[in-house]
């Protein structure tokens, strides 16, 4: 966006928003809607929870997760694998430095994380909706302040929402877009009214989950490209050196206005936190072992078991830890791209999906260390994992054929693998719903479609060489019934880029759990999405079944609606065979040198996902 625009929307915001000012009361006052327009709402809260109510009382001292005597002070030292050329996450074009977007950036609300979704007050002290959720108001933190110390006003809330609706990744243009009507009636206050075909009772918590940028910054820096100039930010990390593709460093805010709030007590306590990048796992790894790199994510199991005897894990100085978590296990897998002429058909993917053979790969690879994934929400209540019950079955019998009656009855029961006996059963089982597909074998030995005489070939796209054992290992099986392929190791700058372009066969992805599935599941699964570049639609999905069950889960009032709709989207999800499911770890293994520490107890998110560190209640012990 131009700067003269962003002039622009400054101006309907001083000019045509001060306008409004006597419609709506002032601070702490409830709204009182215009006579059948707004439905009443329910008084100003400190918090709000996606269903029932929030954990933490008004005025909480803490998080319970977090150490309020944390020592604060010193440095950590993370590896990141890839590469980054842009300081703006927000939008699509280049490949962002991601710690901007979650320590630099500032929200309205803050999540905790022993909860399923709550929020509570942080740029915005608090929160109002009405019992339908077809609008809310954010009543901004008097104390608010972007790092330079110019205070967070409304104006900033309402470019924030518009930009990012006109400009930011397809996500937050998907979010925002469903928002009718913005109120603003002083500085300090920000009523968004939801458009009645759009809205689901998620979008509060969306809202409030909404990153804050600064309008006047933005009147003198372009938003819409990328940018290696340092944001302007309002979170407790500034951005202090950031060499692109090398190292990105954040030091906290000495001033930050957020020090002493509950929400931040016993959190970000290092004073400097480096990120430096590696081109591949073994190189950080190794980085780490050097003593160059403070903290390890193992996501590979078989490094686990056998890669650690080394000095430093002998004496005590590299402490490993196996730390209990309470996350779904999201899905990590391969991704079939149905856009795909040679994956538009479902039983050519359940083939392929049968072929793989886990038990092999988790025995001789991974020291039988992994779980295998049998579900998007595995390792939860949220899983399809047994038979589905009545109110199950109501949802999905209103689109006949969405779901296989093996998956109805039991869950997705992956094959038995491991020897060759399970693996000559297996290819015979894929050659049987290949043979239904219209394929067969010609005299070439080549898995072909019989009309056309095409080979059934395509490509593994990777980024890093964890997952090209597993490709091998795929590739390796398949050649066994005639079909080819071929894996291929690209840079992360090019798997970003044809990825969000959709341009591959196959890929691996993991996909987060939450124990509160929402409106992310359209940007992953919707239809609309299918279309839509930078979208996390991968597989390109078109379902209006998991449209129709994404709807349900969102505009659930209960827990229990809710585990019934997301079990049913994960038995739609699993039926299409749009991911060959992989593993997921049931511990976060984390190996550190010993100058660090933590809480005993991990929150249910755990410290880590995947490979992300999550460092905001460690600190650095430097006695020990």
């Not at 007050?121 to 609008?135: F, K, L, N, Q, V």
């Not at 039983?347 to 049998?374: C, G, K, M, Q, S």
Request: proline content about 6%; glycine content about 8%.
């Amino acid at each position: 966006m131009s700067r003269i625009a962003v002039w622009g929307l400054l101006a309907v915001f001083f000019w045509g928003g001060a306008a409004l000012a006597q419609d709506i009361p002032g601070p702490g006052a409830t709204i009182a809607p215009p006579s059948g327009t707004l439905s009443p709402g329910t008084g100003p809260q400190h918090g709000i929870a996606m269903h029932g109510t929030p954990k933490y009382p008004a005025g909480y001292s803490h998080f319970d997760y977090a150490e309020p005597l944390a020592t604060e002070g010193g440095d950590l030292s993370i590896a990141e694998i890839g590469t980054y050329d842009s300081l703006n996450p927000f939008i699509i074009t280049g490949t962002p430095a991601w710690p901007v977007y979650y320590y630099v950036a500032e929200r309205l609300m803050a999540r905790a994380d022993d909860e399923a979704f709550t929020l509570y007050g942080r740029i915005a002290e608090s929160i109002e909706t009405p019992e339908d959720r077809s609008w809310v108001t954010f009543r901004i933190n008097p104390n608010a302040a972007f790092s330079d110390g110019s205070p967070i006003t409304a104006a900033d809330v309402i470019f924030s929402w518009e930009i990012f609706k006109l400009e930011g990744r397809p996500n937050m243009r998907n979010y925002y877009s469903r928002v009718a009507e913005v109120r603003t009636p002083d500085e300090r206050t920000v009523q968004f009214i939801f458009d009645p075909e759009q809205a689901n009772r998620e979008l509060p918590l969306i809202m409030g989950l909404m990153p804050v940028i600064s309008a006047s910054y933005y009147a003198e820096h372009e938003f819409n490209q990328s940018t290696l100039d340092i944001p302007l930010g309002s979170g407790p990390y500034m951005v202090d050196q950031a060499d692109a593709g090398t190292r990105l460093v954040l030091r906290r805010n000495p001033d930050y206005w957020g020090a002493d709030e509950g929400f931040a007590n016993g959190r970000f306590n290092f004073d400097r936190i480096v990120y430096d990048y590696y081109r591949d796992t073994n190189a950080a790894f190794e980085a780490f072992k050097a003593g160059d790199v403070d903290v390890w994510v193992e996501a590979d199991a078989g490094r686990w078991s056998t890669s650690y005897n080394v000095p430093a894990v002998r004496t005590g100085r590299i402490l490993r830890r196996e730390f209990d978590h309470g996350r779904p296990s999201g899905m990590y897998g391969f991704v079939f791209n149905t856009r795909r002429d040679i994956f538009s058909d479902v039983r050519v993917r359940e083939a392929i999906t049968i072929a793989f053979d886990f038990d092999w790969v988790n025995a001789n690879l991974y020291h039988n260390a992994y779980v295998r994934t049998r579900s998007f929400w595995d390792n939860s209540e949220l899983g399809a994992l047994a038979s589905a019950d009545a109110a199950e079955r109501a949802l999905i019998a209103v689109f006949p054929g969405s779901v296989s009656a093996n998956i109805l009855d039991a869950g997705w029961v992956p094959p038995l693998g491991g020897d060759r006996a399970n693996l000559r059963e297996n290819l015979r089982r894929a050659v049987e719903l290949l043979a239904q597909a219209g394929y067969g074998v010609d005299d070439q030995r080549r898995m072909v479609n019989l009309a056309t005489g095409a080979p059934l070939a395509f490509e593994i796209m990777l980024q890093n060489r964890n997952d090209e054992r597993l490709a091998l290992n795929l590739r390796d099986t398949l050649e066994n019934i005639g079909i080819a392929v071929n894996v291929r190791l690209v840079d992360a700058a090019q798997f970003q880029s044809r990825s969000q372009t959709h341009g591959f066969d196959m890929m691996p992805f993991r996909y987060s759990g939450s124990l509160s599935p929402g409106n992310e599941q359209t940007f992953r699964y919707g239809s609309r999405e299918a279309s839509i570049e930078g979208t996390y639609n991968f597989a390109g999905v078109r379902s209006a079944a998991v449209d129709a069950h994404i709807q349900s889960l969102t505009d659930a009032r209960t827990r229990e609606d809710l585990i019934t709709a997301t079990r049913a989207l994960d038995r739609t999800l699993l039926s299409g065979f749009y991911v060959i499911p992989l593993y997921y770890q049931a511990v976060d293994r984390i190996a550190y040198w010993g100058a660090f520490d933590h809480p005993e107890d991990p929150p249910a998110s755990g410290y880590a996902s995947g490979t992300w560190f999550h460092h905001t209640t460690w600190w650095h012990t430097p006695d020990n």
